[in-house]
Structure formats: structure tokens, C-alpha cells
């Protein structure tokens, strides 16, 4: 592996881990607080859901964060949690078309939507760069083993 290499895989490495982080906060928000993801759920959905739902919800999240972090099936982990926020970024399309926009006291209060596009985007840059990520268990496998296969 050449130094350039190197460089790419460690890139890689560090967005991994910064995007499983990010998402698995938020995972871990659902068990520590679930009746406040429960009201949100109630407010842009306009349905009820139970804690039983919002724990397994959460569980499924935490899984897929702790197997982005350490790189294994990447395909299907990492385009999960990619599926997921961008599930996030469509409940709340309206803040995009208007990013500067501040409450009564001057508070911007659309620009957790701008961040969602930011970490949207880091997500498609994880997946379209997944042969870069030698620092994973996915990566590993495939040296290993000299081949690609969907499932590193």
C-alpha cells in the first residue's frame, strides 16, 4: 500500500467513524429519552408509537453504527444509516428553503436542516469511496481474501 494510500484509508477511516458517531448519538437519544422521540414521531407523523417500537428502533440503529464504525459489511451498513438520515433530511425539507430564517429572539431555527445536507453528502462520499476503506474490517477481508465480494 502506498503512502497516498495510506492517506485515502485513513480519510476514510476518520469519516466512518465520525458519521457511525453521529448517528449512534442520536440512537442512543431514543433509550435515554424515548417520550421525546415519541412526541416527535407524533408531531411530523402524526402517529403514536409505543417505546417497545422506539427501543427496537433505536437497537436497530446502534447495531448498524457499531457495524459502520468497525467497517464490516459496509455496503449494507453503511448505505443503512445513509437510508436512515436520509429519511431525517425528508421530514424536514421545508427548513432547507429558507436556511437564514430566525425565531422572535434571532435564533437561526433552520440550520440543523443545513447540517443534515452536510452529513447527507459525507454520507454518498463513505459509500462511492468504499474501496478506499483498508482500515476496516472490510477491508481486511478483502485483502485476505484478494477479491471483492458485496458483503465486505
Not at 468497525?70 to 459496509?74: C, D, E, K, Q, T
Not at 477491508?139 to 478483502?142: E, I, K, M, T
Given at each position: 500500500m502506498t503512502f497516498d494510500d495510506r492517506k485515502d484509508?485513513?480519510?476514510?477511516?476518520i469519516l466512518r467513524i465520525g458519521?457511525?458517531?453521529f448517528i449512534f448519538l442520536w440512537a442512543a437519544h431514543k433509550?435515554?429519552?424515548p417520550g421525546q422521540y415519541q412526541g416527535l414521531v407524533r408531531n411530523y407523523e402524526g402517529i403514536?408509537?409505543?417505546?417497545?417500537?422506539?427501543y427496537a428502533t433505536a437497537g436497530f440503529q446502534i447495531a448498524l453504527c457499531v457495524l459502520t464504525a468497525?467497517?464490516?459489511?459496509?455496503l449494507m451498513s453503511y448505505s443503512g444509516l445513509?437510508?436512515?438520515h436520509f429519511f431525517t433530511v425528508t421530514r424536514r425539507w421545508d427548513g432547507f428553503f429558507d436556511p437564514f430564517a430566525l425565531n422572535e429572539r434571532g435564533f437561526p431555527i433552520n440550520r440543523n436542516q443545513v447540517i443534515d445536507l452536510a452529513?447527507?453528502?459525507a454520507f454518498v462520499a463513505l459509500i462511492l469511496l468504499i474501496n478506499r476503506d483498508h482500515f476496516s474490517v472490510g477491508?481486511?477481508?478483502?485483502k485476505r481474501m484478494g477479491r471483492r465480494v458485496w458483503w465486505q
Open positions: 484509508a485513513a480519510a476514510v477511516f458519521l457511525a458517531w433509550i435515554i429519552t403514536e408509537i409505543s417505546f417497545a417500537q422506539i468497525i467497517g464490516a459489511l459496509r445513509a437510508v436512515m452529513v447527507l453528502a477491508g481486511w477481508l478483502r
